[in-house]
């Protein structure tokens, strides 16, 4: 079945920096990549996310960029601030009936 | 925003216990789903399901079972409870026509 590494378990940055968050998957047949977002001691919500129809997205200072041929997809946070940090997880779907596969989460830190 | 309400929030178990977690959605989605969220994992699938009276396998799903018993309600079973099954668990759920999952708070389930 699908696997989903993310690359990145700790990511820290300084405000107003940017960030980058990085997720491989396997199955050439994924076709949808979500993005969902964790704060500290919270559940998860959707933050941005890309179909393979397209190799970028971009919503605020969100952009999602995906490479099918390296089966590789990365999260851009521009303009950080201190309420972006929380514990990012990527994933990836092949599309039918919305069964996603989670990468491992990576725990981003904006520091003042 | 969707709305998803888990219960309980919290439970505490012995071994051998027998558990049942339970999740209500109130936006009329189709999909539910239930995953188990552990350090260094990620979140993993245990059993998800179409609609009423349909249920399927997940990634991760010895040890549990699960019903929906109506379009709103999705339950999650462990009969015979395992110190392994200590862990968070969020039920979510997605329309058919949309991919976005919308996640409930989470339930905290300790397994003595």
């Known amino acids: 079945g699908e696997k989903v590494e993310q690359h990145e378990s700790t990511l820290s940055v300084r405000e107003g920096d940017s960030a980058v968050i990085n997720c491989t998957y396997t199955?050439?047949?994924?076709?949808?990549f979500p993005w969902y977002k964790q704060e500290a001691g919270k559940s998860l919500h959707f933050v941005i996310d890309?179909?393979?129809?397209?190799d970028r997205k971009q919503s605020q200072r969100l952009t999602v960029l995906l490479d099918k041929k390296a089966k590789r997809f990365s999260l851009h946070i521009t303009a950080t601030q201190p309420e972006d940090s929380a514990i990012y997880f990527c994933a990836a779907s092949i599309g039918s009936f919305n069964k996603l596969t989670f990468g491992a989460g990576t725990r981003l830190a904006v520091c003042p | 925003e969707a709305a998803v309400t888990q219960s309980p929030r919290n439970k505490v178990t012995v071994t051998g216990g027998n558990v049942t977690l339970s999740c209500r959605q109130t936006?009329?989605?189709?999909?539910m789903y239930w995953y188990r969220q552990d350090t260094g994992h990620g979140l993993r699938l245990i059993h998800y399901?179409?609609?009423?009276?349909?249920?399927q396998i997940g990634d991760v799903p010895d040890g549990y079972k699960a019903t929906r018993t109506t379009q709103e309600d999705f339950f999650l079973l462990l009969e015979l409870a395992s110190p392994s099954q200590t862990s968070l668990y969020f039920c979510?759920?997605?329309?058919?026509?949309?991919?976005?999952?919308?996640f409930g708070p989470g339930t905290r389930l300790l397994v003595l």
């Open positions: 979510a759920s997605s329309d058919r026509q949309k991919d976005t999952q919308y």
């Open positions: 399901s179409y609609g009423a009276g349909n249920l």
């Open positions: 199955d050439t047949a994924s076709s949808y």
């Open positions: 936006n009329s989605h189709n999909y």
């Open positions: 890309i179909r393979s129809n397209v």
